[in-house]
């Protein structure tokens, strides 16, 4: 959840930023100060364009529009000499979205106590790796805010071995993270590779299974080496990573990825494949035609009302025999006539839906 940037409470501010962003100062103190010529130190300016950003405060559509517009232009030093000391968090937010790519700025931002978690998260999701190691370094915060954790992981920036670290630091500090799709299995994942790793007889095995960098010995330094998931996929065949990874990057990966890893032998895999934010209708359809998915994947996508809003998915859900009977049998009445005859006289589905077939067609005959 983002943070609510309210207007600042008019008592708590400085008096210099009262007497001009007050919405009782005169209108010409306002709009100098909303084009930045106020003679103001730089933690009052921005405190001050941040108030008279809002139209509520500046009773004005023009000044808050100067003010936002002046707030986007202002030089590094004006902001280097605010951004990393006190001030309300909600103006380091507002400020915060305005200088994802200024990596200086940032790195004062992500030293700044006074920073709420909120933009934590925010920054968490969208800025690059240099920045995203320093936010998975801040334990305390990922532990106290869990949205930091779900940033991190389904940001395709951040390489594998910070999101591992990340999520394992969760599971070893009974911290649910809500906003990870299946969380449960990423958890399970975390207890299948550690019991892959422990069963390692010899180093060959070791290194092979290191490719993800999740292994402590690489993790403590891959931080220089760590590349994102779109390289990490480049230089590592997908058979070679570990469970995590691979749902990780059902997770956060594209179509390709995503058909690769749906066929999968470990059904945790398969389900974050499927189950994946990015799975669109063309996906849907292939998946429900494929015989050789797994009944789990097929039971999945004959649940999903997104999915089922597509005639094509309901029709060949109905003739892959790994369907769940009573999901095909309940597809039956949205059949065309032709495709209804058609699996009347199937013999690759199941001989019950073949009869349910066939005593609808005679209904509808009738």
Known sequence: MALELLPLDEETLPQAVRRVASPSSPRELREMAARGRAPLSPSDQLMALYQLSSPSVAEA??????????????????LAGALGGEMDPRVLDWFARQVVTRAPLLQLLLGNRAVADETFAFLASTVGERELLLIARNEQRLLRHPPIIAALYLNP???????????ELAVRNQVVVDGIPGFED???????????????????????????????????????????????????????MSTLAKIRLATVGNAFQRAVLVRDPSRLVQMAAVRAPGVNDNEA????????L??????????????????AVKLNLVNNPKCPLQASMGFLPHLTARDLRAVARSKQVPSALTRAAQMLVQKRDR
């Open 285 to 292: 359809v292939r998946h429900s035609a494929n015989r050789g």
């Open 186 to 240: 990423v958890r399970a994942a975390i207890a299948e590779d550690e019991q892959a790793l422990a069963g390692a007889e010899d180093a060959a095995f070791r290194d092979a299974y290191a490719v993800d960098g999740t292994l402590p010995e690489v993790a403590a330094a891959g931080d220089e080496a760590a590349v994102p998931v779109e390289e990490e996929v480049k230089s590592v065949p997908i058979s070679k």
């Open 294 to 311: 797994s009944e789990d994947v097929i039971r999945y996508i004959a649940s999903q009302r997104q999915f089922l809003r597509l005639y």
């Open 157 to 167: 920036k951040t390489p594998m071995s910070i999101a591992a670290r990340a999520v």
């Open 61 to 78: 559509d023009d000044i808050a529009r100067a003010a936002r517009a002046t707030s986007a232009a202002l030089p590094d030093p004006v």
